[in-house]
């Protein structure tokens, strides 16, 4: 069975950092891409970022770019999203995501999904 275990969210004042975690388990992590997602209340799924299983190349939507950066340790199965700068509109609940798929930003590509953890940015 396959899971994916999110930790790392909180409160955390604008300007500030996180980093969150992803830990997969039942799956050959190494062979996957991963993705970031997050959705904040009232608005749809987006698209955060994603890092490719072959050569660990990240690229992000433009609303982290610059900011976040993601990273992946093969060895520990995890996957991490460092998060500087937070400014209140990252308020949002962050999902990783895994596809044997071309990484991309259609959730639609993710197979697997975590739980979710919730971020928080205050003012």
């Known amino acids: 069975q396959v899971q994916l275990v999110e930790s790392g969210g909180g409160l955390v004042q604008a300007g500030g950092s996180l980093r969150l975690s992803c830990t997969a388990s039942?799956?050959?992590?190494?062979?996957?891409?991963l993705g970031w997602f997050r959705q904040a209340p009232g608005k749809e799924r987006e698209f955060v970022g994603a890092?490719?299983?072959?050569?660990?190349?990240?690229y992000y939507a433009d609303s982290g770019k610059g900011r976040f950066t993601i990273t992946r340790a093969n060895a520990r199965d995890t996957v991490y999203l460092q998060m500087n700068s937070l400014k209140p509109e990252d308020t949002a609940v962050y999902y990783c995501?895994?596809?044997?798929?071309?990484?991309?930003?259609?959730?639609?590509?993710?197979?697997?999904w975590g739980q979710g953890t919730q971020v928080t940015v205050s003012s």
């Open positions: 890092i490719s299983w072959s050569d660990n190349n990240a």
């Open positions: 039942g799956l050959t992590f190494s062979l996957y891409n």
């Open positions: 995501a895994a596809t044997r798929d071309a990484y991309g930003r259609e959730y639609s590509r993710y197979a697997y």
